[in-house]
């Protein structure tokens, strides 16, 4: 299913006819290159995907080209295609847009306000250039270098000499001046207290109850199981505390969302910087290099820790594992609600046994079938070269090296034991090796052997697996 999805994104892709997957018959097939052209080296998977790309674009699959020695070819027409994109340039008509698309209200049917067209505006804001532009005189700092300050009007009288301090903007004023028709107080450079204080001068909102607070933990995804005083997280599967006097507190659940590395995807990592030592010592000009006077400074070990925002490693249960949520819960009542209550008797049920959710579906079948046996997952090479050997005593394959050494030792022996023997019976014997079976093939590479030789080894190797999936529970 997955190659299914990622050949017909790649055709769509590339504007081609969809593949009729059930009424044309079709063939699930491994291309392997040639050993001379496989890939030699850990930086070109990205230009073999390419090379695959192309295939899949094509009327007739062909990979006949995936090869090594187009690495540079493919390099090439990717440099090419990346150079043809046109350069765009944000300028200050940009920037007011965008605020002055922050400021649409929606109408009372969910619409945006027709008053002003996005789509023209922008496209009459933005400036395209070609890939040679070269930019004027006035333009030739870098794009990092342009601030957004708003460009001084040659029109307008010149400033007093008195006031010349005041025309010198200062650091603490801000870059931005907003335009006089534009009402919006949301600005990137707006301080994270603003909100805070917006909030303090808003009206206050309706406090909720305790089965209030529990129906809304409930019905976040992310919530395995809501106790009054604690929450199961799903993302990472650990016991969340809540406020000790309060139940159901939503404050330390929200706080934990923003810091949880499994569902932001983010996770802050300390990193050490080291501090560049000075290569020359102390400047003395009187005096020469001695015992006091080092040419080269000491080296400064001291260590500094930076944190820093990376990318979480997402595991596999995170991909596998499906937000099922149980069916209802009855929510709490709060001891005004309890005393009017009437009791309900529950009837405990016997728990069933099922299987773990977590390991079933297209996507994990898949992910048993990339990394089980025959793509050697969690079976050493020489493990399967030693199994090969055992089974297939007829084929020719190549001495390991703990063979080599042994049969060096061996011959050493049997020199040293037949020193003078006859070897008359020896030179009439003639050795005969195991008879080849009907379905095996004498042929040591992987290429030549039989479907039954494949078969044979698999089974083998599926003890040494590293676990064994049991599909039918």
């Not at 010149?158 to 001046?177: C, E, L, M, R, T």
């Not at 820093?308 to 596998?320: C, E, F, G, P, R």
């Not at 959710?357 to 050697?376: K, P, V």
Request: glycine letters at 4%.
């Amino acid at each position: 299913p997955m190659t299914k999805d990622i050949v017909v994104g790649i055709r769509q892709l590339f504007a081609l006819r969809d593949v009729d997957w059930d009424s044309e018959p079709w063939i699930d097939r491994v291309f392997n290159p040639p050993p001379s052209e496989e890939q030699r080296d850990m930086w070109s998977c990205g230009l073999f995907v390419m090379m695959a790309m192309q295939a899949f674009a094509q009327e007739k699959f062909n990979f006949d080209n995936c090869v090594s020695s187009r690495i540079q070819d493919i390099r090439a027409e990717a440099l090419h295609v990346m150079f043809d994109v046109p350069i765009t340039r944000r300028t200050k008509a940009d920037f007011d847009l965008k605020r002055r698309w922050s400021d649409l209200t929606l109408s009372e049917h969910g619409q945006v306000d027709e008053d002003v067209p996005m789509q023209d505006a922008y496209a009459e804001s933005s400036d395209t250039a070609p890939a040679n532009y070269t930019p004027s005189a006035t333009s030739e700092l870098p794009d990092a270098y342009m601030t957004d300050e708003e460009p001084i009007d040659s029109s307008s009288p010149p400033p007093d000499a008195g006031s010349s301090q005041n025309a010198v903007p200062s650091k603490k004023q801000k870059s931005y001046i907003s335009s006089d028709n534009d009402d919006s107080q949301e600005t990137d450079d707006e301080k994270p207290t603003a909100g805070r204080s917006k909030a303090a001068h808003g009206p206050r909102k309706k406090k909720l109850s305790d089965s209030e607070r529990c129906c809304i933990l409930e019905d976040d995804t992310w919530t395995k199981s809501v106790e009054p005083h604690s929450i199961h997280c799903n993302g990472c599967h650990k016991k969340i505390k809540l406020h000790c006097q309060r139940n159901y507190n939503i404050q330390r659940w929200d706080a934990h969302k923003r810091k949880c590395e499994h569902i932001t995807g983010f996770a802050k990592k300390h990193i050490i910087t080291k501090k560049l030592p000075k290569l020359l010592g102390p400047k003395v000009e009187s005096r020469l290099p001695g015992p006091s006077v080092p040419i080269v400074a000491p080296l400064n070990t001291k260590t500094k820790y930076v944190v820093k925002t990376v990318k979480a490693v997402q595991t596999i249960i995170s991909h596998l594992t499906e937000k099922i949520k149980p069916s209802k819960k009855m929510p709490v009542a709060t001891d005004h609600e309890a005393s009017h209550m009437e009791p309900v008797t529950l009837t405990a049920e016997p728990p069933l046994q099922t299987s773990c959710q977590g390991l079933t579906g297209d996507q994990y079948d898949e992910y048993i079938l990339r990394t089980h046996t025959r793509s050697l997952g969690g079976i050493a090479l020489k493990l399967r070269a030693r199994v090969a050997r055992e089974l297939f005593p007829y084929k020719a394959f190549l001495p390991q090296h703990s063979e080599k050494q042994k049969e060096s030792a061996d011959k050493a022996d049997s020199d040293d034991s037949d020193t003078g023997a006859s070897n008359s019976d020896d030179d009439n014997t003639v050795k005969l090796g195991p008879a080849v079976p009907k379905d095996g093939d004498c042929r040591a590479p992987l290429k030549h052997w039989s479907a039954s030789e494949h078969k044979r080894i698999d089974e083998r190797l599926k003890a040494f697996a590293r676990w064994e999936v049991n599909y039918d529970s």
